[in-house]
């Protein structure tokens, strides 16, 4: 499993070299082909091992983005200290304080924020804009430039104190697990023969709009595709025991969407998980239909059209310094999607209408 190096690589979007680096030498084993894109989508291709039947085998889609949420430095103050814009979707409150590294030399800093003992009058109840905010390097300024990119520092780590930490079970901590977590599913997946062309998709830029899956399922030209995602469990403080049923929880296993802002989901692929689910004896859950959005929002929608789903992985406190997800769950995901590639049927399941 390769969740911790995954975990702990820079690749805010645009820059996702390091990550894609680690991924092509652990799916090269594994690989009949691979290439990258212009864009920097990585493309690793594992054909069908099935005997020869009279229908060509289905050529799959399988996509999970390698860049994380991150900020690229705007301006650099007289006084060393560094303006930043986000780059992706972030709550300010989760980034006052926090350490962070910047640009190609991994320069250490930390997002400046007033000490208790200073605040005036109501401030405390107040959180500045991120514009307002900067990252202190010390004043080593010299070693960083407007356009740097820069992202957290935490180091992925096993939680709940055991002596020896399983790879198989237990809660884990670490940043981007959206959505290095789905990068590592899917190398996973690749380890395995199908009775169809596997396309494993590493895409750039989801955080900024999607922008990596588009060119990429536009090149892949699938017969139908699956994006593997890390998506926000909805057990988050306060964890209210009543909670309503179906909203994804750690520990309930993969949460399958129907719908979110960018995609209706393809029923038959959505029955297909289930049945399989059900059969392989899987817990399963499904997304809270109709917030959030994933490459498959671009994918369904190239070319003349590719029936498409997404499958995630719940993890907390996603978009934000130190996400936790449980590792059942991830083996959870991987055991569906293989047990779901191993069940598709031929092409001509396709032609009879959703
Ligand atoms: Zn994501």
Known sequence: MHLEALSNAFGVSSVEGDVRK???????????SWRVDTMGNLFVTRRSRASQTNSPPLTVMVAAHMDEVGFMISKITTNG???????????????????????PNKVPGVIGVKPVHLLRGDESKKVDSIDSMT????????????????????????????ARPRNDRGLVKGKAFDDRAGCAVLLELLKEDYPLDLVAVFTVQEEIGLRGAKV??????PDLAFVLECTAADDLPPLEEDAPPGFPRLGDGPAITVMDRSILTDRRLVDLLIDT???????????????GGTDAGVVHLSRSGVP???VSLPARYIHAPAAILDLADFWRVVKLMQATLQRLPEKSWLNSGN
């Open 22 to 32: 680690i991924i092509l030498e652990a799916a090269q084993p594994y690989a009949d």
């Open 81 to 103: 200290l560094l303006k930043f814009k986000p780059v992706g979707g972030f709550d300010r409150r989760v980034l006052l304080g926090k350490t962070v590294v910047v640009g």
């Open 135 to 162: 990252i202190d390097i010390g004043g080593s300024s010299s070693q960083v430039s407007v356009g740097d990119f820069a992202t957290f520092t935490t180091k992925f780590s096993h939680l709940g104190g055991q």
């Open 216 to 221: 990429a399922s536009y090149a892949v030209n």
């Open 277 to 291: 689910a059900e059969a392989e004896g899987l817990p399963h859950q499904f997304k809270r239909p109709g917030i």
């Open 308 to 310: 498409s789903t997404v």
